[in-house]
Structures are given as structure tokens and as C-alpha cells.
């Protein structure tokens, strides 16, 4: 295909400026063709790769003259599937890949590029590689029982398994950093109409995304907008104000604003301080609320009360006093939003899936399990087998096909 597509021989990872040939011989674009021979690709198969003008015309040109060569369409992923499936990279790695080009923040690409270059798949192998070690000890009392081995003493058991367990839970905070920088946190304002939900919102955003007005009940519907917070995505949802209502459109909005609610990370509960004393749609709003969900009280138009900024704690709840008017108190809501997402400033964040976490998950507790099982080898070396099962599904060490198939049909590209 190179051959026939630029009219010349190709040097392997060279660039060379060449034209794009048509079937007639007629030059449909001119540009750099790179080829790069199997294993040295990023495929680990024989690649072209054409950089040519950008022209979606000239483009479609010379793609339709690829296909008529005998090339197909790739499939969403497919060329990151090649390459675990030829060994270039293992599943962790293939996955940070759509991470990178997803992307929606600094911290966030410079986490999945960490992955892409594999420190989270190396720490995962660490730790495979003490359980390993740990089974072989285990195992070899189960194979030769007649033999005194000093090193499968149980004290010695325990403490090595403390030390894999102490490692994982490292591992494990790692990556629920990186969980919170690829999704995000979904963040939901709520309070009694006229609270300042969409000033709050408009601040938080640096534009005129939500209407403001002083005539209650002025959002009817949930406004989506996603940001960053010191580098940590957030997906910030302005809702209708919570009240009994007779119209039509807002009660629809309201319902909207309660479904919102059971899917919420963080629920930030609007007061409007200038009233000087709790009103009953407050409370209203505040009897609404998911008990589990973590919340942020938000003292608002402290510029009416002439309350000063800052936080205080009241039965374990933050109560923070701010203006969305006038941005005063944005510091400190900020601080404690990241604070209660769970995001703490850290070297070395992994960019993670939900399956990394739950395979971390499911690894810990057979490691809890093993522990009460010290006494028992068989039992002891079963939970460490599947400790290690769970670990290697990170990076596809063993993993069904049809897993492999739902990761890469979620890329958005045929990359």
C-alpha cells in the first residue's frame, strides 16, 4: 500500500516528503509519510502514518485512496487494542490512553500520562510480586508438609502481609486521586428560592451562565456547567429551588432538582444569611436531602448581613459565610469543596478507572481475610490467590474478552 500510495520505497521510521498518489498517478495531496515496521510501532504491526494538509477535502481524498488500497476504517480503540494484544503496553496503560485525550485538566493529563508511561501498572506488579512471594511461602507447606521451612513461620506470614497491605492501601489512595481528577465530582446546589443558587453558580463559572433574578422560582430546570477548581474537575449543577409549587413547568424542575439529588457527591445547601433567622422553606429544603450524602452549609449575601467571611463547624457540619455577589468567602468554599470530595494534593497520582478501584477493593479484602486466616493455610493461600486474580484484572493479566471489547468500544476515536 505505501508503495502504491507515494510511488516510492519507504525507509523504515523516516520521514520522507513525498506526494499521495491517486489511481491514475495524479497527485492528490503532498506531505510526510512515516513508516515504521513491525515490531517498532505502536501497534507492534506495519504502520503508515500520512500527515498531509488539513483540508477536510483533501483529506477525505486521500483516505477514500487508502480504502480503495485495501485498508478499512478502524473500529473506536482498535488501534490501542493492537497494541496490548502484541504485548506494546498492558491493559492499565491502554486505558490512560483514552484518559489522556479525555483530559479536561492539567493535573488530569499529567496523571494519565504517568499511567500511560507506567507507574501505575509498575506498582501494581510490585505488588503482585510480593504476593507471589508470599503464596510461594504458603504453598510450599501445603506441597511438602514434612518439611520444617523456617521461612513459612507464621510471624513472619503476618508481618510480610502487613507490609503488601500497607502497600495496597498506598496504592489504592493514589489512585482514588486520579478517580477524582478523570470523572469529577458532581456537585449540587439546592437552597429555598431566591438563595443565590445561580449567583453562586455564575461566580464558580466566571460568566453568565445562569440567569439571576430576584422573582422566585426564576430556574425552572437544572443547569449543568463543568469546571475546575484549582485543577480538580467539577460538574457544578444549579437546580430549581425546592418549594410546593402549582406550576406546571417548575414542579417539573423541582422533581428534576430531587433526582439530581440521589446522584450528588457533594450537596452545597444554599441560606440566604440576609433573612437573619432560619425560614421555613429552609428547613423545607434541608428535610429534602439525602442523609448520606456529604454537605456544605453556604451562608450567602453576607454583604447584605455584614457578616464576615469564613467557616464554622456546628454539629461536625461546616457553615461556611460568603458572598457569591461579591466573591467574598470563595477561598475557603473552595478549600473545603476539595476537602470533602475527598481530593488531597499528592506526587505520584495514578489516573484510575471505577474496575481499578474495585479490583483494589476486592484485592484488600482478601488480604483482610487472609489475615484472619493464619491459621489455616489452605484457606490463607486461597484468599492470597484471589487477591492476586483481582490485581491482575488492572492490568489484564487475565481478563475475558468481552471485558477487553467493553473497554476499547469506549473510545471515542479509532485510536
Given at each position: 500500500m505505501?508503495?502504491?500510495?507515494?510511488?516510492r520505497?519507504?525507509?523504515?521510521?523516516l520521514?520522507?516528503?513525498?506526494?499521495?498518489?491517486?489511481?491514475?498517478?495524479?497527485?492528490?495531496?503532498?506531505?510526510?509519510?512515516?513508516?515504521?515496521?513491525a515490531?517498532?510501532?505502536?501497534?507492534?504491526?506495519?504502520?503508515?502514518?500520512?500527515?498531509?494538509?488539513?483540508?477536510?477535502?483533501?483529506?477525505?481524498?486521500?483516505?477514500q485512496?487508502?480504502?480503495?488500497?485495501?485498508a478499512?476504517?478502524?473500529?473506536?480503540?482498535?488501534?490501542?487494542?493492537?497494541?496490548?494484544?502484541?504485548?506494546?503496553?498492558?491493559?492499565?496503560?491502554?486505558?490512560?490512553?483514552?484518559?489522556?485525550?479525555?483530559?479536561?485538566t492539567?493535573?488530569?493529563?499529567?496523571s494519565?500520562?504517568?499511567?500511560?508511561?507506567?507507574?501505575?501498572?509498575?506498582?501494581?506488579?510490585?505488588?503482585?510480586?510480593?504476593l507471589?512471594?508470599?503464596?510461594?511461602?504458603?504453598?510450599?507447606?501445603?506441597?511438602?508438609?514434612?518439611?520444617?521451612?523456617?521461612?513459612?513461620?507464621?510471624?513472619?506470614?503476618?508481618?510480610?502481609?502487613?507490609?503488601?497491605?500497607?502497600?495496597?492501601?498506598?496504592?489504592?489512595?493514589?489512585?482514588?486521586?486520579?478517580?477524582?481528577?478523570?470523572?469529577?465530582a458532581q456537585?449540587?446546589?439546592?437552597?429555598?428560592?431566591?438563595?443565590?443558587?445561580?449567583?453562586?453558580?455564575?461566580?464558580?463559572?466566571?460568566e453568565?451562565?445562569?440567569?439571576?433574578?430576584?422573582?422566585?422560582?426564576?430556574t425552572?430546570?437544572?443547569?449543568?456547567q463543568?469546571?475546575?477548581?484549582?485543577?480538580?474537575?467539577?460538574?457544578?449543577?444549579?437546580?430549581?429551588?425546592?418549594?410546593?409549587?402549582?406550576?406546571?413547568?417548575?414542579?417539573?424542575?423541582?422533581?428534576?432538582?430531587?433526582?439530581?439529588?440521589?446522584?450528588?457527591?457533594?450537596?452545597?445547601?444554599?441560606?440566604?444569611?440576609?433573612?437573619?433567622?432560619?425560614?421555613?422553606?429552609?428547613?423545607?429544603?434541608?428535610?429534602?436531602?439525602?442523609?448520606?450524602?456529604?454537605?456544605?452549609?453556604?451562608?450567602?449575601?453576607?454583604?447584605?448581613?455584614?457578616?464576615?467571611?469564613?467557616?464554622?463547624?456546628?454539629?461536625?457540619?461546616?457553615?461556611?459565610?460568603?458572598?457569591?455577589?461579591?466573591?467574598?468567602?470563595?477561598?475557603?468554599?473552595?478549600?473545603?469543596?476539595?476537602?470533602?470530595?475527598?481530593?488531597?494534593?499528592?506526587?505520584?497520582?495514578?489516573?484510575?478507572?471505577?474496575?481499578?478501584?474495585?479490583?483494589?477493593?476486592?484485592?484488600?479484602?482478601?488480604?483482610?481475610?487472609?489475615?484472619?486466616?493464619?491459621?489455616?493455610?489452605?484457606?490463607?493461600?486461597?484468599?492470597?490467590?484471589?487477591?492476586?486474580?483481582?490485581?491482575?484484572?488492572?492490568?489484564?493479566?487475565?481478563?475475558?474478552?468481552?471485558?477487553?471489547?467493553e473497554?476499547?468500544?469506549?473510545?471515542?476515536?479509532?485510536?
Open positions: 505505501a508503495t502504491a500510495l507515494t510511488g520505497q519507504l525507509t523504515p521510521r520521514a520522507s516528503y513525498t506526494s499521495f498518489l491517486a489511481a491514475d498517478s495524479s497527485t492528490l495531496d503532498q506531505g510526510i509519510a512515516l513508516f515504521f515496521s515490531p517498532h510501532s505502536y501497534t507492534g504491526e506495519e504502520v503508515l502514518e500520512l500527515q498531509g494538509h488539513g483540508g477536510p477535502a483533501v483529506l477525505q481524498s486521500v483516505l485512496r487508502c480504502l480503495e488500497l485495501g478499512r476504517l478502524a473500529q473506536p480503540g482498535e488501534f490501542t487494542q493492537r497494541a496490548f494484544l502484541n504485548d506494546k503496553m498492558d491493559l492499565a496503560q491502554a486505558e490512560s490512553v483514552a484518559d489522556l485525550i479525555d483530559a479536561t492539567e493535573q488530569a493529563a499529567r494519565a500520562m504517568r499511567s500511560l508511561q507506567g507507574e501505575f501498572s509498575a506498582a501494581i506488579h510490585g505488588a503482585v510480586s510480593q507471589i512471594d508470599l503464596r510461594m511461602l504458603v504453598e510450599a507447606t501445603l506441597d511438602f508438609p514434612e518439611e520444617e521451612i523456617e521461612i513459612s513461620d507464621r510471624q513472619l506470614c503476618a508481618s510480610r502481609l502487613a507490609t503488601l497491605r500497607g502497600e495496597l492501601a498506598r496504592i489504592a489512595g493514589l489512585a482514588k486521586q486520579g478517580s477524582i481528577l478523570r470523572e469529577g456537585v449540587v446546589l439546592v437552597g429555598a428560592p431566591n438563595a443565590g443558587k445561580s449567583s453562586l453558580l455564575n461566580r464558580f463559572a466566571g453568565e451562565v445562569a440567569l439571576v433574578s430576584e422573582i422566585p422560582g426564576t425552572r430546570d437544572s443547569i449543568r463543568s469546571m475546575q477548581v484549582r485543577g480538580v474537575p467539577l460538574h457544578l449543577i444549579d437546580t430549581a429551588g425546592l418549594r410546593e409549587t402549582t406550576d406546571v413547568v417548575e414542579q417539573m424542575g423541582i422533581d428534576r432538582t430531587r433526582q439530581a439529588l440521589t446522584r450528588a457527591d457533594v450537596v452545597l445547601v444554599l441560606l440566604d444569611e440576609s433573612q437573619q433567622r432560619a425560614e421555613p422553606e429552609d428547613q423545607a429544603v434541608r428535610a429534602q436531602l439525602p442523609a448520606q450524602t456529604p454537605r456544605l452549609y453556604l451562608h450567602n449575601k453576607i454583604d447584605l448581613s455584614g457578616h464576615q467571611p469564613g467557616v464554622e463547624m456546628r454539629e461536625e457540619k461546616a457553615h461556611i459565610y460568603l458572598s457569591a455577589k461579591t466573591g467574598a468567602g470563595m477561598a475557603v468554599l473552595e478549600e473545603k469543596l476539595l476537602e470533602i470530595i475527598g481530593w488531597h494534593q499528592e506526587t505520584g497520582v495514578f489516573m484510575a478507572r471505577a474496575r481499578h478501584l474495585e479490583a483494589l477493593s476486592a484485592a484488600t479484602e482478601h488480604l483482610d481475610a487472609a489475615e484472619q486466616q493464619l491459621d489455616r493455610p489452605e484457606l490463607f493461600a486461597e484468599e492470597l490467590r484471589q487477591a492476586q486474580e483481582a490485581l491482575n484484572s488492572i492490568t489484564g493479566e487475565f481478563s475475558a474478552d468481552d471485558l477487553l471489547g473497554i476499547f468500544s469506549r473510545f471515542c476515536i479509532g485510536k
